[in-house]
């Protein structure tokens, strides 16, 4: 009965309703956008908040679902704790289907709405607790983040002192395992946004509407400014990245295609951290163009920042702003070669040098697997070379 659950669990909490919304509304892939997330925050940050809304409320009922079904659907000469040990499991496997769904290659959301759901029918009363922290939080720092680990925390520590001495009781283990393991799962989907906070760059990109404008934004002393640009690429205004992200305004990128003297380019694996498009392939080197500087300059500092090589860089191409780019005007810049590769391990995972006919195959046949801005910078640079 429980091995039934967790499939079943972990089979609805996979539906990726944030995705196929965006399929349907935007005719494109919702992690082509804003934090590059298929959960309710980001939906609302790109889409506006009624399909934010819409998504937390599917979301939330992907683990209410098979929550109340494995507890109540069974016969009722079923022993009651073995009710609860499965409503406990079918809930976990929804939440983690969530997090790792099986029908986008285990690139899902962080898990909160989902973990709303299993909580309504499991512990009711610590999700009323854990609700008021969350806005309680929000309101104090306006960060969605933050907010959802403070409620993680909460239910955990007031699961604990409600069930007392009897938390690993016959009936109670299991809620006593899912009380621990899911609020220290979903502080792990969070562990990119609490570096952030940490570093004083997670401060708007949680806080800001789609549909905000003109007001002013104060970030934090750390953040990155960006040069906003028209559709002709100039620059009419500068604003904190995470204004600009959360806003998609246009603003500009530059990408380099490292080769060795052999002809082979270097591509990297963005690190699971990364908000955007985490734990896929992309260019040797690639970044933001601060405010000020030029395209070039900026190619040379991520060349260097990244990979940690001076090279001579030629200029090969420019793409227009456009979704795939995340609105960003990009420069495509190459260089040559063979000094050895110190990669950054807060940006980089792993390198690997390919043939450009072998990129071209692996491109076309698994293109998930490539950022959006690259596919579309190789597919350009191969056109034109």
């Not at 938390?167 to 502080?187: K, M, N, R, Y």
Request: glycine share 8%; charged share 20%.
């Amino acid at each position: 009965m429980i091995a039934l659950n967790c499939v079943i669990g972990f089979l609805i909490g996979g539906i990726p309703f944030g995705f196929i919304l965006g399929r349907l509304v935007l005719k494109d892939d919702i992690r082509n956008f804003g934090s590059g997330n298929i959960g309710a925050t980001n939906v609302g940050r790109v889409l506006g908040w009624k399909y934010g809304g819409l998504v937390l409320l599917l979301d939330a009922a992907k683990g209410f679902l098979p929550t109340w079904l494995a507890q109540n659907a069974f016969a009722a000469s079923v022993d009651p704790s073995a009710r609860v040990h499965a409503a406990v499991a079918a809930g976990i496997c929804a939440i983690v289907g969530h997090m790792y769904p099986i029908w986008l290659r285990l690139r899902g959301g962080k898990g909160v709405a989902t973990a709303v759901g299993v909580v309504a029918v499991l512990a009711p009363a610590e999700l009323r607790i854990a609700l008021a922290a969350f806005l309680i939080t929000l309101g104090l720092f306006r960060i969605v983040a933050l907010s959802s680990i403070s409620a993680a925390m909460t239910f955990g520590v007031s699961y604990f002192v409600r069930t007392g001495s009897s938390a690993f009781d016959g009936e109670s283990w299991s809620l006593t395992v899912f009380a621990v393991a899911v609020p220290l799962l979903i502080i792990w989907r969070h562990r990119s946004n609490i570096a952030g906070i940490v570093s004083g760059r997670h401060v708007t990109a949680d806080r800001l509407s789609p549909h905000d404008s003109g007001t002013d934004v104060v970030p934090s002393v750390a953040e990155e400014m960006f040069d906003v640009v028209d559709e002709q690429d100039r620059v009419i205004d500068t604003r904190p990245r995470s204004y600009v992200h959360a806003q998609r305004l246009r603003h500009r990128a530059v990408h380099v295609f490292l080769f060795r003297t052999d002809g082979s380019m270097l591509i990297h694996l963005r690190h699971p951290d990364k908000e955007e498009f985490p734990n896929v392939w992309t260019s040797s080197a690639s970044g933001h163009v601060s405010a000020g500087e030029d395209y070039s300059a900026a190619a040379v500092r991520e060349l260097r920042e990244e990979l940690g090589v001076q090279a001579d860089l030629n200029r090969s191409l420019r793409v227009a702003a456009c979704p795939e780019t995340s609105n960003e005007f990009t420069e495509l810049f190459t260089a040559c070669s063979d000094e050895p590769i110190r990669a950054d391990p807060q940006e980089i995972s792993d390198i690997r040098w390919v043939r450009p006919e072998d990129a071209e195959t692996e491109v076309s046949s698994q293109p998930e697997c490539f950022s959006p801005a690259f596919r579309v910078l190789f597919r350009e640079f191969r056109r034109v070379t």
